[in-house]
Structure formats: C-alpha cells, structure tokens
C-alpha cells in the first residue's frame, strides 16, 4: 500500500503497479456510486429479487449455488464481494430480470448496515460465523451481530436461510421479521442432509431431504462442507416457487470453486487439492479433514500461515503440527512459522526428514513438491490470500513462474492473470 506520493514512480514502473493506481482511483467513486446504487434500486431496480449471501466463510460456493439453483450461469471465478462493487451490482440490475444473487463480505464494523441499505435483499443466506474477522471485529459475539444486519434488513415478506447448525447463525433468528428457512444435517433443518460420502476425485455424495421428499444427489464439490451451499440453494430456490426436480440438475453440474478445495489431476498421474484462497483455522481444520479422507498413495500437505488465529498462536500451529503427523506423508511449510508446525508434528510421530521448510520462497515450494509428487499422491495446497500459494499450482499444472515475493495484497488480481507471474518483478520495487 502506497501513502505517499512518491510512490507513485515505483507503481507506473510495472504493468501491475499502473492496474492498482486505476483500481486506487475507482475506488475513490464509492459515494458516489453508493448514492446512485441507492437511488437506483428504490426506483428502476426494485423488481428484481435479490438474494444476499453472506457469512464467514463459504459464501462465493454458495453463491454460485444459489444462482445455479434458480437457472442462471454461475461466474466461473471469484467476484469481488464489497464497495463499488457491490454498487455496479446494483446498477446493473434490469427491471425485466427475475433474480440476482450477490455476495457480501465486509472487513469493519457498521459495513454491513451500509450495505444492508443500498442492497435491499429479498433473501438473505448466513452461511456460518467464524474467526476470519478475529483482528478487525474481535470477537464471533460482534461477527454475528455485524453479519445479522444484512439478516435484520430483510422486511416482513422477505426470506432468511440460515445454516441450522451453526448457533451463532441459529441466533439470527431472533433479528427478523421475514420467514425463516433452516439448512443444515440435523434433523431439525428444513433442508437437510443425510449419508454424506465423498466420492474422490468425482465430487460428494448424499441424500437430500425437504417437506418429506428425498433425492440422492451426486454434485462436483468436495467434501462433507460442501454440502451446506447446495442446501442453502435448495432453499432459497424452492422459497422462490421451483420444483425441486428444477432445480438438482443445476446443482449437481456446478463445478468446484477455483482454489476452494478444487481437485486438479496432474500429467504424473496425480493430484493437487487446491485450497490457497483462505486460511483460517477453521478452513485449514476443514481442508485437513478432507485430505484425510482421500484414498492416496501419499497425502502431502503444502501449508502457509494461519489467517488471524483465534488466541495464542503458538498452540495453534503446534495442534496443526499434529493433525499432518496424523494424516500426511511429508508436508512442505512456507512463512514464519515453520518451527511450530514441526514441534507439533514431531511430537506426535512425524518424521523430521519428512518436513520441508520453503521459508518465504514460493518457488523454492515449487521444487520440492516437483521433486515429490507422483502417481497416486494427493498435495494438498493451502494458504494465507496474501501468500499466494496459487503460484505453486499453476507452477506445477506448467505456467511459467518468476515471481517470488512473499507478501501481495494485489487488488483485483489473482496469479493466473497477474502480469508479474512471468516476468517476474526484475528489481522493480514491490509496491501494490
């Protein structure tokens, strides 16, 4: 980030430097894109009904779903989800449109309620509350009132779908006017489901249950997880009037979220599980979960840093240390933090030899697990945004990567389509 002028030589120096000082700039139009947003859905854009997904985690899958589920396309990749461009969503509704589903994240206290404002959802969809906004909000009591906002705006003809077995989303409830539907795998959920079996590498199965009907479903996601958007789905699309019948056929197609637990079959024979987007704790107990259940040859874990840990960090690396001496063969570590994960791993049985620290190179990442990978091995690949561990996986699928730093907060710009993945950053100096 860039607070002085004399920055600005540094960012005009390279392809991507000039892309951040354009997206610097449409920033700057928030207010007034906000008042026009406003003013635009309380008039030629009130028709549409819009559906708000929100939540801690798992919002771009289920927003994806949602679309899926109520017959529109889903966008192959990640949409930003905040500010202007939660503006230009509305500015693009059209009177003569059904329905539009957007995804809301927000970083600070009071976002929500601007959002909640200028939106005015139909439908909200809560995901679940966890510790991605430890740092910013504190604590999952303030998550979830800041969350409940887009959930309290909803008005009395509205609908609320929210994850039944989370008890900070159950909580939301009580913050309502608008008619609740529950999703979740306990009996009590209105969409529920049963006999969840991941079926490696094709995707998860089970049996779907809503008002006494029940379907068995084969969808594309991996992991038990990766039940909840399709049943959130199924609920705000038969809140809508579809058919159930209408609707599996959308959902059983939808492919993996790129870099959300995406399976990748490499040339050797093997895989990569791609889940580099995020890395809380949650997430990572998530992707290790999944991993474990995978009939590999070898599960190799390739791991970043923990996104804002929830408490002293030292226990929480170690604890992590000791789930990959449970399930891997050898893991690559790159950050900081090496040291904790290796105490934790060796005093639970891990081989010392069987641990390989990358540092803060990527591409030193790269070869070893070049080095490791074979026939009927699955990497699992998961780190911090800002670590950019999707560098190693386009490195191994075959992109040709230079670039090696170890910090990008880039807006607006994953590695695939960076400027700087090939070149590399040739002694420019790193500014974003």
Not at 157 to 178: E, F, I, Q, Y
Not at 297 to 322: A, C, F, M
Request: proline share 6%; charged share 25%; net charge positive.
């Amino acid at each position: 980030m860039f607070d002085r002028w004399r920055d600005i030589p540094a960012f005009l120096r390279t392809p991507l430097g000039r892309k951040q000082l354009l997206y610097r700039g449409y920033y700057s139009a928030w207010p007034l894109l906000r008042r026009g947003a406003t003013f635009y859905r309380r008039t030629l854009g009130r028709k549409p009904r819009v559906v708000t997904v929100v939540g801690s985690f798992g919002k771009t899958t289920t927003a994806r779903a949602v679309t899926a589920a109520l017959g529109g396309k889903p966008p192959p990749d990640i949409i930003p989800n905040a500010w202007n461009f939660l503006a230009h969503a509305i500015l693009c509704l059209r009177p003569q449109q059904q329905h539009k589903v957007i995804e809301v994240g927000i970083s600070r206290k009071g976002q929500m309620q601007i959002y909640a404002g200028m939106i005015r959802p139909d439908i909200t969809v809560v995901t679940c509350i966890g510790s991605e906004h430890n740092r910013s909000l504190g604590t999952l009591k303030v998550t979830r009132a800041e969350k409940s906002e887009m959930v309290r705006s909803l008005s009395t003809s509205g609908t609320a779908v929210l994850n039944g077995d989370d008890s900070d989303v159950r909580w939301m409830k009580r913050r309502t006017r608008a008619r609740v539907v529950t999703f979740g795998l306990n009996e009590a959920s209105d969409i529920r489901a049963t006999n969840v079996m991941l079926d490696w590498p094709h995707g998860t199965r089970f049996e779907l249950h809503t008002d006494g009907q029940i379907r068995n479903l084969r969808i594309r996601l991996i992991g038990r997880h990766m039940v909840y958007p399709i049943l959130a789905a199924v609920g705000v699309a038969l809140s809508e009037g579809f058919e159930l019948d209408q609707i599996l056929p959308g959902l059983e197609a939808l492919p993996p979220t790129p870099g959300r637990l995406q399976p990748i079959r490499l040339a050797s024979g093997g895989y990569l599980l791609r889940d580099e987007y995020k890395s809380s704790l949650e997430t990572i107990e998530t992707a290790l979960d999944v991993l474990s259940q995978i009939p590999a040859k070898r599960r190799i874990v390739v791991l970043g840093d923990v996104s804002e840990p929830p408490g002293s960090q030292g226990p929480i690396y170690r604890h992590i240390g000791k789930r990959i001496a449970e399930i891997a063969s050898r893991a690559v570590i790159l950050g900081r933090n090496f040291q904790r994960y290796a105490a934790g791993a060796t005093r639970a049985g891990f081989p010392r030899d069987a641990l390989f620290d990358a540092g803060l190179s990527v591409l030193g990442a790269v070869h070893e697990l070049q080095q490791t990978i074979g026939p009927g091995d699955v990497a699992l690949i998961k780190g911090r945004d800002t670590q950019r561990l999707d560098r190693i996986a386009l490195a191994i699928m075959g992109r040709k990567v230079k670039c090696d730093i170890s910090f990008c907060n880039a807006t607006l710009m994953r590695c695939d389509n960076c400027p700087m993945l090939e070149r590399g950053w040739r002694g420019c100096r790193v500014v974003m």
